[in-house]
Nanobody, 119 residues
Framework: VQLVESGGGLVQAGGSLRLSCAASGTFVSLSDMEWYLQAPGNQRELVAAITSAGRTNYADSVKGRFTIARDDAKNTVSLAMNSLKPEDTGVYYC??????????????WGQGTQVTVSS
């Protein structure tokens, strides 16, 4: 399984970015997909998640501003980020959690993409 994130960059506060996570080796539609943020000096924290059933969940800090979505045809998961704040700065990681077919149980991480929000 390989996950490749893209879409990070530098943006001013109040701006928007859209991150994408492309998966290979399995299907995002059969997996639970999550986005994490690792801010400087902090541990990785869950930002948004979408289950294989399509149920979404968000950290309180991003509710109403971020949207996670899945494109089964492209085998990708995206994170649309609006009204960005300086505290959204950090490396964003995509995580895939498989619970069964076709690859069995396991967790996989992407390499991360840097997001920097300037004030």
């Amino acid at each position: 399984v390989q996950l490749v994130e893209s879409g990070g960059g530098l943006v001013q506060a109040g701006g928007s970015l859209r991150l994408s996570c492309a998966a290979s080796g399995t299907f995002v539609s059969l997996s639970d997909m999550e986005w994490y943020l690792q801010a400087p000096g902090n541990q990785r924290e869950l930002v948004a998640a979408i289950t294989s059933a399509g149920r979404t969940n968000y950290a309180d800090s991003v509710k109403g501003r971020f949207t996670i979505a899945r494109d089964d045809a492209k085998n990708t998961v995206s994170l649309a980020m609006n009204s960005l704040k300086p505290e959204d700065t950090g490396v964003y990681y995509c995580k895939l959690r498989s619970t069964g077919w076709p690859i069995g149980q396991g967790e996989y991480w992407g390499q991360g993409t840097q997001v920097t929000v300037s004030s």
